[in-house]
């Protein structure tokens, strides 16, 4: 009687052929391709500056002081990175982070 093997048998893996580890890596190189571009990202002190806070002396100041909300939680670094659709809370004002995707730079004519 034949008794049915364990699919995690960890002796398959020794009898495997190469190409299949190699076919393996070349559809992990190209799923690495297809993956979708970074999404643009901004410094909470940056940001603040472009909400109208005057300086980033201020924006630190502000929050480190713990007046800054991220998606309704207090944040105290200045240098935490903002996605597209992150909720600043500033007193009483609310601002929604919108980055525009970089321009490609136009080649140079010669």
Known sequence: MNTPTPLNDPSDAATEPQASSES???NQAESQNQQPAEQPKICLDQFLK???VETGGQAKRMIQGGEVLVNDE???RRRRKLVPGDEVQLYEDIFVV???EPEAAEPEEQ
Do not use: D, I
């Open 24 to 26: 393996s890596e070349a």
């Open 50 to 52: 472009t909400c109208g």
């Open 74 to 76: 207090v944040e105290t």
């Open 98 to 100: 919108a980055l525009a």
